[in-house]
Every structure is written in structure tokens, then in C-alpha cells.
């Protein structure tokens, strides 16, 4: 009986995913090609090797690193839901947590992929693998990675599926296993950026990395960015869907994005002015990232865009008339996404090897091939967090449950009105 349960519900699903609108259509057939695009890219670059990328000895870690480091805080700020709804039981937020677990879910997916395609020989990871290989842990901070990386994915998949799946069921999640889970999930949250700050602030010999409040700047600029792509994913939802996602919840996810982005940009500022009051050996990678060193500046107009783009939008975030706006509101998200990507992403990983241990400078521009790949990687999580969406609206609307016999899935979408297993038999005729 149970297995015919979890066999309805997953059979509904399927048949979810591959019902939608014409435009729902359009979405996930450009995602597909983005996808195949970007495998492509990857089998070149793998059957040619790591050349055909602009990474090399002086600069190791490149466009790939950046985005792995840019989407890790996306998928930790998943948290800032997480609080408000389930440790003070804010109704307004509590309704929406479960879109936030998915949107972690889907940025650790590609968090993974990222340092997948960054590897030379992904096939050698079994050399992590306990028993067949060596973890090195906990001696290895790469280990460390690794460890807090999968148990991130595997509990907030496991929490979205298990909450969803009770709610098809017409029933309340059984608190004594969701409400551990989800407190685990908090210091969980802040493990994976905590100990990607780790990773870099952990190497002596790059200065710029090299700094104690590396982790709170990953953790407050984190915070920023996460929540400020859901907010416009929310409001796209509420206006697409019949989920009702409330002013209130938007506007006090936006009150915490402002002073996340206070702590971001004081912590910024502390170390801008440490490094250049001291004016050591030290500030040679921020001043290659600021203004520019030996005539190398490539990054000087990125960074001051970044900087420009989160200065203005914690003032539209600051104040109350803008931050509940929607033009303002959504123009305040968008410059954060932007300029927290740049400041985390490039502004962060290739700086702390410019100059490398040597003095040798070496100026790095992804090729064409790391931006298929990356586009490719970026259209793999857009669209596992639109499946998820498509079958999470259903049931948080009520429009995908179980039948009375307890086993045949009940569809009443607003694309299709009839049970899953009629539909299903009509999709075999067809």
C-alpha cells in the first residue's frame, strides 16, 4: 500500500512535468538547447583538455570557481525563510519557505556541476569515496567542502519533497521529523559558505583571500543576493500562479536583504581600509582590483560597476517608500544580483591570484567555451527549479492530491481537468 502511494504521487508528477502551456513549453524546450549547447562546450573541452579554457598555472581557479562561489550563498540564503518561518512562525513567510528549499536545492546542483566541469578528471572522484578512495577528512578542507556540500542538497531536497508530499496528501508534515531537519538546516546553511570561505582564506599565500572576515562578507553578501533573486522569482510566481504569496512577506524579505547589505559593505570597507592604511606588499591584489597594477586594469571597470550597483541599491533598500515600491524594488534586486555576482565572482577569485606567488601577472578573461559551459550549468538550474515548480504550485494550490481511494493522483490544473491515470492513458494514445 505504501509503495502504490509514493508510485501515484510520483506518476502524477511525471505527468506534471510534461503537461503545461505553450509557453511553458517555450521555457523548458530553450532551456533543453542552452543545456545541449552547453554539453557540447563540455565534451570539447573535455576530449582537448583545460587549454581551451583561459585558466592556467598563474590563475587556477577561473569563471567556473566564480560562479561556484557566487551560487553557494544563493543556495544558503534559502535560510533567511527558513528563520522567520519555522523558528518564529511568521505565517506570511511560513506559506513560501517551501519555494526557498527548492531554489537551494536547484543552486547546489549547480554548485556541484560547477566544480565538476572545473576538474581536468571528473571520472577520479571516486578517490573521495570512502572505502574505495581517500576522503582525507577531516584533515582536508576540501574534504570539509565536499561533506557540507551533498548533506545541504540531501536535506533540503529531502525537507521540500517530504513537505510536499504531505501537503498532497492533505496533510500537515509530521512536525517531530520536518522541524529538526529544518533547524539542522540553519547552521547547515551557514557551513557550506562558511567553509567555502575556508577554502580560500585558509591559503597564507594569497594575501587577498587571506583575511579572518572573508567568512561573515561571504555569509552577509550571501544574504543579499539569494533573497533578492527571490524576490522577483515570487512575484513572477504570484502572478502566474494561484499561490497567493503576500506584500508582507516580500517586503520583510527586502527589510533583511538592507541590512545584510549594510554588513557587506562595512565588512568591504574595513578591509579596503586595513590594507591600504598598512600600504604593505599585501595590497598589490586590491590595488589590481581597485585601480588597476602595472598597467593590468582589466577588472577596474567591473568591480566599480559591482560597488555602484550595491551602494545604490542598499538605499533603495533603506528606505521604506522605495524598498515597498515595485519599480524601485525590483531595479534594487536586480543591481544586487548584478553586482554581488561580479564582487563575489570574479572580484573575488581572480584578484587573490593576481599577483601570483612569484609577481608574475597574468590577466584572465573566460573563453567561449567556459561561457558555453557556464550558460549551459545556469539552464541545468533554472530547470530543475522549474519542475520543482511544477509540481510544488499544484499542490500548495490544492489543484494536485490524492484521490479518495488513497493511491490514484488527483489533477485539477488549469491546463488539464481529469485524473492522472486518464491522462496518462491518453498520452499513450497519443
Known amino acids: 500500500m505504501p509503495m502504490q502511494m509514493i508510485w501515484g504521487f510520483f506518476r502524477g508528477t511525471l505527468i506534471l512535468v510534461a503537461k503545461g502551456s505553450r509557453a511553458y513549453y517555450v521555457w523548458v524546450s530553450s532551456l533543453l538547447v542552452l543545456i545541449g549547447i552547453g554539453a557540447l562546450a563540455y565534451i570539447y573541452q573535455m576530449e582537448n583538455g583545460l587549454i581551451v579554457t583561459a585558466m592556467r598555472d598563474q590563475v587556477a581557479w577561473g569563471f567556473y570557481i566564480s560562479n561556484f562561489t557566487f551560487l553557494v550563498g544563493v543556495a544558503a540564503a534559502a535560510v533567511l525563510l527558513v528563520i522567520p518561518a519555522y523558528v518564529y512562525?511568521?505565517?506570511p513567510i511560513k506559506e513560501i519557505a517551501v519555494l526557498g528549499e527548492m531554489l537551494a536545492v536547484s543552486a547546489m546542483v549547480m554548485c556541484l556541476l560547477f566544480v565538476t566541469v572545473d576538474i581536468g578528471r571528473p571520472d577520479r572522484f571516486w578517490h573521495l569515496i570512502p572505502k574505495f578512495g581517500i576522503l582525507n577528512f577531516p584533515q582536508s578542507m576540501l574534504a570539509w567542502d565536499v561533506v557540507v556540500l551533498n548533506v545541504y542538497l540531501v536535506l533540503n531536497l529531502t525537507i521540500a519533497v517530504f513537505i510536499l508530499y504531505n501537503l498532497y496528501h492533505k496533510r500537515e508534515p509530521n512536525k517531530?521529523?520536518?522541524t529538526p531537519l529544518l533547524l539542522f538546516s540553519i547552521p547547515a546553511a551557514v557551513s557550506i559558505h562558511t567553509v567555502t570561505a575556508f577554502l580560500y582564506n585558509g591559503l597564507a599565500a594569497r594575501p587577498f583571500w587571506n583575511a579572518s572576515i572573508l567568512a561573515p562578507r561571504f555569509l552577509a553578501s550571501a544574504f543579499c543576493s539569494g533573497p533578492a533573486f527571490?524576490?522577483?522569482?515570487f512575484q513572477l510566481i504570484r502572478k502566474y500562479t494561484r499561490i497567493d504569496i503576500k506584500n508582507e512577506a516580500i517586503f520583510k524579505?527586502?527589510?533583511?536583504?538592507?541590512?545584510?547589505?549594510?554588513i557587506n559593505l562595512f565588512l568591504l570597507g574595513a578591509e579596503v581600509f586595513k590594507e591600504y592604511y598598512s600600504d604593505t606588499v599585501h595590497l598589490a591584489p586590491l590595488q589590481y582590483l581597485l585601480q588597476g597594477l602595472k598597467g593590468h586594469n582589466d577588472l577596474v571597470p567591473y568591480i566599480w560597476t559591482a560597488m555602484i550597483f550595491n551602494v545604490s541599491a542598499f538605499f533603495l533598500f533603506l528606505v521604506p517608500q522605495t524598498r515597498e515600491n515595485y519599480v524601485t524594488l525590483n531595479i534594487g534586486c536586480v543591481l544586487i544580483f548584478i553586482g554581488v555576482y561580479?564582487?563575489?565572482g570574479m572580484g573575488l577569485v581572480i584578484p587573490g591570484q593576481v599577483p601570483d606567488p612569484l609577481g608574475e601577472i597574468y590577466e584572465?578573461?573566460?573563453t567561449g567555451i567556459e561561457l558555453l559551459v557556464t550558460l549551459g550549468i545556469w539552464a541545468t538550474g533554472l530547470l530543475v527549479y522549474t519542475l520543482l515548480l511544477r509540481v510544488a504550485v499544484p499542490i500548495?494550490?490544492?489543484e494536485f492530491f490524492v484521490g479518495e481511494d488513497g493511491r490514484t493522483a488527483v489533477i485539477v490544473d488549469t491546463e488539464f481537468i481529469r485524473?492522472?491515470?486518464?491522462?496518462?492513458?491518453q498520452s499513450f494514445r497519443d
Do not use: C, N, Q
Open 396 to 398: 500548495l494550490t490544492g
Open 230 to 233: 527571490m524576490i522577483i522569482l
Open 419 to 425: 485524473r492522472a491515470d486518464h491522462l496518462a492513458e
Open 364 to 366: 584572465y578573461a573566460p
Open 176 to 178: 517531530s521529523f520536518t
Open 89 to 91: 512562525h511568521w505565517k
Open 342 to 344: 561580479i564582487e563575489k
Open 253 to 262: 524579505v527586502a527589510e533583511l536583504i538592507a541590512y545584510s547589505m549594510f
